[in-house]
């Protein structure tokens, strides 16, 4: 295989990935790129957990879940570091299943704040060469960009429910069709209040 082969073939599958299959895009490329045992894409949750976006274990795709940063190498990376490690028990008591290494890089929104991660976990601790941090970097760089436009996405979604309700409440307090009145600047001003009123 040609050294910028398996580069050509991550910037494809990236470029057809879209919507729900973005995420598990991203965690599958990296496992590869790293022969990793697991992957996974994650953001931050409320009371200081995470939960993955998608995650990757022995070539198939695992189902999303949480879990609590306290005592794990994520912790970390949620504090900006990039984060490549030894796991032990003894260091990390909750990494309870027989893992030796850890990668993990931040996903950061424009101002820096941590909105997730991406990491992976080895059997045992390793060495990554500049092309597999590379692709590392494309990788996060990518899955950074989407969460970010996924929160948009939520902010969105929550100022139209917001106004929706705004405008129920409005309707249903401040009746502008029972106000009584026959001149044309009174017929004027209740057009107009129809006319904000269905804006943004």
Request: aromatic share 6%.
């Amino acid at each position: 295989m040609p050294p910028d082969e398996p580069l050509q073939l991550l910037a494809a599958s990236l470029a057809r990935a879209r919507g729900e299959d973005f995420f598990p895009v991203i965690a599958e490329h990296l496992g590869a790129t790293l022969r990793a045992r697991e992957t996974a894409i994650c953001e931050a949750a409320s009371g200081g957990r995470v939960r993955t976006l998608a995650a990757w274990r022995a070539g198939a795709a695992l189902s999303n879940f949480e879990y609590e940063l306290a005592g794990m190498p994520c912790e970390r990376v949620y504090q900006g570091e990039r984060l490549l490690i030894a796991v032990d028990t003894a260091t990390f008591p909750r990494a309870t299943q027989g893992y030796g290494g850890y990668y993990g890089l931040p996903l950061t929104a424009k101002d820096g704040a941590v909105l997730g991660h991406l990491c992976a976990w080895f059997d045992t601790r390793i060495e990554l060469g500049a092309e597999q941090r590379a692709i590392c970097d494309l990788l996060a760089n990518r899955a950074a960009a989407e969460l970010r436009l996924v929160h948009v996405k939520r902010e969105r979604a929550l100022l139209r429910a917001q106004r929706r309700q705004l405008r129920a409440e409005i309707a249903a307090t401040h009746d502008v069709q029972d106000i009584v009145g026959a001149g044309d600047s009174h017929q004027h001003l209740l057009e107009e209040i129809s006319r904000l009123a269905a804006s943004d």
